[in-house]
């Protein structure tokens, strides 16, 4: 017998927030913004205000190395 996977288990995953001391999150975003898309889906969980998750950690990157 064969199970197969639904869409919705496919979409969801499990998301973390985005720390910019971690190199392997900078690094995938790094890739995200070269390749114009995430490798297997965002892994990045969005908080409030932002609207968007590159917006978000475009502002974090920023004010981190402002020093603000």
Known sequence: MRY???????????RV???FNNKEHVTRFR???T??????GCPFELVW?????PDMIKDQIIK????I
């Open 49 to 53: 205000p932002y609207l968007s998750i």
């Open 17 to 19: 927030l985005f720390d």
């Open 31 to 33: 890739r995200f913004m």
């Open 4 to 14: 197969e996977v639904s869409a919705l288990s496919r979409i969801y995953r499990q």
């Open 35 to 40: 390749d114009n898309r995430w490798e297997d």
């Open 64 to 67: 981190n190395y402002l020093k």
